[in-house]
């Protein structure tokens, strides 16, 4: 390849992330001792941070008993409240708006018993033609809970907006992901939004690959509801919990709802009363009481992203994806990716003849590059701002070139 390793040097010594707060995970193979860890998009690397901060909650137990609750450093009965801040900043909702709880799937499943509320002609929800198995599965079960025929209600699209416009009248719930997790594409969230109410449906996004990803702002652009995964972007760890939005509109609702005792206001949780009083936010949507040590590393990782700001990794996201993108491009693999950095994130999918799987693993073990396969044919690299470097995607475009002429 024309372009030096020297080259890629001098860019992280010019535009540097901030990877020494992250644990880079030790190389199998190859020349370097870490690894070029390009699987941000499906779980994210530890914060060096997590581990001293999840020891003295974990203290605070051993210290405390029950008293946790109330004496800890950070008193667990509240505990949840200390995400809602710095999640509702990360994507642009107002902090009554957000709530941090269980896992996404699960979330959208609550949602969904608010939100799809199918009735008269109005049945259809609509998802993408290469929604996410998980959300796929989840919107025809809600059909059959309903009553209906999964393969009549769940419309899958490639194009939203021409589908939003074809079946309006039918659709009771467009549920998107706002990146897809297959080809990186960034939908018009704002535009598709406008374009489902216009129409009379609710509108949801899934927002496993936007949170940390790219900037949002959810409550200026009025979807009813959104969730979101902290695994992946967001570095909490594995299947670490997941966010919520429900826009101010519904938060004084009247629509059906799942509830538990952390659905009712804090000041009643412990009166005992058989009947809720739940509060006008989205902790209303909150059933159980959460698991403290999970949260922890969920605090953690919203730290990071405060301190250092969504806006400036992005500006850095935009110049390493296109790095990645140049190389790609000079190896000859070229990605199939939407190529404007404004309907992209971080991620870029390289299509590969077949056996996505058996090339991810040779570049794992033979050149210390950790890459995601999706099969059959989709490679998916994604240097993350807050921890990739260039020098990690010139490794990866150097790997992939060679495993493309072997
Ligand atoms: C777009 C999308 N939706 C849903 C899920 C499933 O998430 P969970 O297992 O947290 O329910 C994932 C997981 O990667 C995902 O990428």
């Known amino acids: 390849m024309k372009t030096s390793q020297d080259d890629a040097r001098r860019r992280?010594?010019?535009d540097p992330g901030h990877r020494d707060l992250f644990l880079i995970p030790p190389a199998e193979g190859g020349a370097y001792p870490e690894t070029a860890y390009l699987a941000g998009n499906s779980l994210g690397l530890q914060p060096r941070a997590t581990r001293d901060e999840l020891l003295a909650d974990l203290d605070g137990w051993a210290r405390l008993g029950v008293e946790g609750h109330l004496d800890a450093d950070r008193p667990w009965l509240p505990y949840h409240a200390l995400l809602t801040e710095p999640a509702?900043?990360?994507?642009?909702?107002?902090?009554?708006?957000?709530?941090?709880?269980?896992?996404?799937?699960?979330?959208l499943h609550l949602l969904m018993v608010s939100f799809y509320r199918p009735?008269?002609?109005?049945?259809?929800?609509?998802?993408?033609?290469?929604a996410f198995p998980s959300d796929s599965y989840a919107v025809r079960s809600q059909a059959r809970f309903h009553g209906l025929d999964p393969d009549e209600t769940v419309i899958r699209t490639a194009d939203p907006l021409a589908d939003i416009e074809r079946h309006g009248d039918r659709i009771a719930l467009v549920l998107l992901g706002g990146v897809n997790y297959l080809t990186g594409e960034l939908l018009d969230i704002p535009a598709i939004t406008a374009a489902g109410h216009a129409a009379g449906a609710t509108v949801g996004w899934d927002l496993a690959h936007a949170a940390g990803n790219i900037p949002l702002r959810?409550?200026?652009?009025?979807?009813d509801f959104a969730a979101w995964c902290s695994y992946k972007y967001l570095n909490s760890g594995p299947g670490a919990l997941g966010g919520v939005f429900v826009h101010e509109r519904h938060l004084d609702t009247d629509r059906p709802r799942f509830e538990g005792w952390w659905s009712t206001e804090a000041t009643t949780r412990f009166l005992m009363r058989p009947v809720a009083t739940p509060p006008g936010t989205a902790e209303a949507w909150q059933i159980s009481n959460p698991p403290i040590f999970a949260m922890g590393p969920v605090r953690t990782s919203l730290e990071l992203f405060d301190q250092i700001g969504m806006e400036r990794l992005r500006a850095r996201s935009i110049r390493l994806t296109g790095y990645l993108e140049s190389l790609l491009d000079e190896a000859g693999t070229g990605h199939i990716s939407p190529r404007d950095p404004e309907r992209r994130g971080c991620q870029l999918s390289v299509r590969v003849t077949g056996g996505a799987g058996d090339l991810a693993r040779r570049l794992r073990v033979e050149h210390g590059v950790i890459a995601d396969a999706r099969e059959p044919d989709i490679l998916r690299l994604t240097p993350v701002p807050l921890y990739?470097?260039?020098?990690?995607c010139w490794r990866a475009a150097q790997a992939l070139a060679t495993a493309f002429t072997l």
Do not use: C, F, K
């Not at 959810?218 to 979807?223: F, K, M, N």
């Open 218 to 223: 959810l409550h200026e652009w009025g979807p």
């Open 119 to 130: 009735g008269g002609g109005r049945t259809r929800i609509l998802i993408e033609e290469h």
């Open 12 to 14: 992280d010594r010019e």
């Open 388 to 392: 990739s470097t260039y020098h990690d």
């Open 88 to 107: 509702a900043r990360l994507v642009g909702a107002l902090p009554q708006e957000t709530v941090v709880m269980n896992s996404l799937t699960v979330n």
